[in-house]
Structures are given as structure tokens and as C-alpha cells.
């Protein structure tokens, strides 16, 4: 009996090991272990045109959804959805390629593919004090006939190794190892990105860029210090949220105060990543200044160093997801999504039109540290089918996370209910 029982343990185990493997099989390369990419030629002004192409494609899509969605919380990785719409601007032609780099602001290809290599690899740098990893797929039609190019350019500046599907015949089984990719690489948090019903028999390449990142503050709050505060949603409405609190009694803040607005840095440990809030004084009106490019690198520049008398940072945690065909045509792109696309780079035909782009992203903030995921997936298909220095967080705000040497925005949003 007991033999028995160990048999078939021995047959599971065996079992779950040719699953497991067949799954690594099927996937580009280790979730884990992103491959590098070749960052020759780089150059510090270019990773600076990179990072602020990203970042005004940050502000604009900031601006746009502060517009429409004025009653929900925002999160989203300008950073993932940039890089996930570069690798498809790299088989992007006329029209197409013109209304993709104008709402990106992509430089040229000299510029853009060394220094996105070199942002990327940056990004992968192992570092012992927090998490950081970002990743790049294609997702290609088993007997679909691409452009050799396309692929290798892809994967030498993007780390971007393609792996054959068959989404003409398995088409959710596909559908399922893409999103099972994902989640390796959020570590969890980004689950079932690619809804069932997205990935069709016309799909025949799926691009896909995944982020994540788990840092903890420089100083971290105590949890004995957290407790139920009010957090205005409104003029007339607050709710009870656990509102953090540290007496920073020997630490000094990158902050700034002036007329409209509070700024505050909060490093993470490692002193490479932090979290940028700014908090309007105004608390419901509109900042008179917009937020751009510019106004956060001039508003940058007048931080000081200064003791703080006390910080108040909600707590809270969400996630958010967004279908962007309608966001990307409306911000100047249409093209890209009509019958009318040219993605000849990809496959040397005008076969090809985007059939959907989707961004999910996760937040977590809590006394410790932050900890933040992110993916987007490219679908590209057959056209044939078609006062004292207390800073107290205590209503909306806006937040980044950044990279403190280039300023390059990773992670983005603004908090209206922190308790959803």
C-alpha cells in the first residue's frame, strides 16, 4: 500500500515537472532572467530625449484621464505602454508611424533603439536594496510569415524574443500562456491581462512589455503611528482611511512650498528610485500651472532639503485596467487601429492593423515601501476581420515613482478614495 501511495506521488511529481517544463518551453525566454539588449551608441543626451518623450506621454495621458475619469483613481506605466508601442512603431510606415511618434514623441531610430536599450537595461540592474524588472515578448502566428528584420531589431534593442503560437487554432490556450508569462513577471500581481474573447483566429502577433518594482522607504513609517484619519473626496465628503504619520526627527525631505502646490520626495532605499507627490494647495480646484515636461523639471529644481515637522500619506492599494484604442486614436493616433494601417515593417504586406491595446497595473502603499506592477499587450491582427512643514495628504493627489538620476517616470496615477 504504501509503495503504491509513493508511486503515484513519484508519477505526480514527474507529472508537474513536464508541465512545468513544456510551459518554460513555450515562453520566449525566463520570466525571471529578461535577456539584455544592446545599448551601443548610447549616450547620456539621448537616454535624456528617451526619458522625455516617455514622460510627456505620461502628462498628456495624465491630463486626458483626470478629464474623463474625474471620480475613479488612476494608476497606469507610462514607461510599459511607451516601450509595448515602440516595439510596434518599429514596423510602423507612413501615416501610421507619423501619428504613433507624434503621440509618443519618439526621436528618431538612431536615437530611440541604443538609449531605450539603455533605459532597459538600467532598469534590469540587479540591486540588492529593492526589486526592478521590466520585460519584453512577441507573440507570433506559428505559420505567419514576418519580416526577419523586424524580429531581430526588436529583440537587439528591446530584449524582445519572439516565441510561435498557434492563435488560429488554440486560440485561448494561446491567450492563456501569454497571460501566465505576465504574471511570472509581476510576480503575481498582473493577472489575466488579455480578457478571453481579445485574442481572435485573425490575431498574429501579440507584443507585450511587463514592469514591476518593490522598494521600501528610506525611512519607513511605523505602524503604530498609522491610524483612522479623514481623507476629503470632496468638499462635502470625507471617509475614514489609515492614514500613515512619521516625526521625521533626524531626516531631511527633498521638498518644496510654494503658492499653489506641495512637492514631496520620498526615497526608496538604494537612493535610486523615489516617489515624487504633489499635492495642490487648492484642494478641489484646478492648479493654474499645468503639468508638463518642463513645469515638473522647473518645479524640480526648487526643491530643497528641509525638516519636516510631520508626514501624512494614506495607505492604499488598487489596481486599474484600460482598454486604449479609444485613449491612443483620440490623443492622435487612428490610424494605427482602421483598415488604413501600414505595419508593412512587420511583415513587408498591409495586412496588419492594431486590433487592441491594454494596460492593467497594481499599487501598493503601506508603511514599509511601495509595490508596483504593471503590463500592456499590443494585439496587431488581419485587417479582414477588424505652513509648518507638515505635509498631510489628506485629499486628492497625484504621485509618480521615478528614477532619481534621469527623472525617466516608471509609474504614475493620482489618488481620489484611497479606501477602494
Avoid: C
Wanted: charged share 25%; hydrophobic share 40%.
Amino acid at each position: 500500500m504504501d509503495k503504491k501511495i509513493i508511486t503515484i506521488g513519484i508519477l505526480l511529481i514527474l507529472v508537474g515537472a513536464v508541465v512545468g517544463t513544456i510551459g518554460l518551453i513555450m515562453f520566449p525566454y525566463n520570466p525571471y532572467e529578461p535577456p539584455a539588449a544592446d545599448d551601443t551608441g548610447a549616450t547620456q543626451e539621448g537616454i535624456q530625449e528617451v526619458v522625455d518623450a516617455n514622460n510627456e506621454f505620461a502628462f498628456n495621458l495624465l491630463s486626458k484621464y483626470m478629464d474623463e475619469k474625474k471620480e475613479e483613481n488612476i494608476f497606469f506605466s507610462p514607461y510599459s505602454i511607451s516601450t509595448a508601442l515602440a516595439m510596434t512603431y518599429e514596423g510602423a510606415r507612413g501615416q501610421t508611424a507619423e501619428e504613433m511618434q507624434s503621440v509618443f514623441h519618439f526621436p528618431e531610430y538612431e536615437v530611440l533603439r541604443p538609449n531605450s536599450a539603455a533605459i532597459y537595461n538600467n532598469i534590469n540592474t540587479e540591486n540588492k536594496d529593492f526589486e526592478l524588472m521590466t520585460g519584453n515578448a512577441l507573440w507570433a502566428q506559428k505559420d505567419y510569415t514576418f519580416l526577419e528584420d523586424y524580429f531581430n531589431t526588436v529583440e537587439k534593442y528591446y530584449g524582445g524574443k519572439a516565441v510561435n503560437l498557434d492563435f488560429v487554432q488554440e486560440t485561448e490556450e494561446s491567450r492563456q500562456i501569454i497571460n501566465s508569462f505576465i504574471e511570472e513577471q509581476t510576480r503575481d500581481k498582473i493577472k489575466d491581462l488579455i480578457p478571453p474573447g481579445v485574442i481572435k483566429p485573425i490575431t498574429r502577433l501579440v507584443l507585450t512589455n511587463a514592469i514591476y518594482f518593490k522598494g521600501t522607504w528610506e525611512w519607513e513609517f511605523d505602524k503604530r503611528d498609522t491610524s483612522d484619519q479623514d481623507f476629503y473626496i470632496t468638499e462635502d465628503q470625507s471617509i475614514k482611511v489609515p492614514m500613515m504619520h512619521m516625526d521625521p526627527e533626524k531626516a531631511t525631505f527633498n521638498y518644496l512650498d510654494n503658492d499653489e502646490l506641495q512637492l514631496l520626495e520620498l526615497p526608496y532605499k538604494g537612493d535610486k528610485l523615489s516617489m515624487l507627490i504633489l499635492l495642490p494647495k487648492e484642494s478641489f480646484g484646478e492648479m493654474q500651472t499645468p503639468l508638463t515636461v518642463e513645469n515638473l523639471v522647473e518645479l524640480k529644481s526648487q526643491m530643497t532639503e528641509t525638516k519636516l515637522s510631520g508626514i501624512y500619506l494614506p495607505k492604499f492599494e488598487f489596481d486599474a485596467k484600460y482598454f486604449m484604442v479609444k485613449d491612443l486614436s483620440e490623443m492622435g493616433m487612428p490610424t494605427a487601429f482602421s483598415m488604413g494601417a501600414d505595419l508593412s515593417g512587420m511583415d513587408g504586406t498591409d495586412y496588419l492593423f492594431i486590433q487592441q491595446v491594454i494596460h492593467q497595473a497594481y499599487v501598493k502603499v503601506d508603511e514599509k515601501g511601495t509595490e508596483a506592477a504593471a503590463a500592456t499587450a499590443v494585439i496587431v491582427g488581419l485587417k479582414s476581420a477588424m505652513q509648518d512643514n507638515i505635509f498631510r495628504a489628506d485629499h486628492p493627489f497625484i504621485f509618480m515613482i521615478q528614477d532619481k538620476e534621469t527623472g525617466n517616470i516608471l509609474f504614475m496615477g493620482k489618488v481620489i478614495d484611497p479606501s477602494k
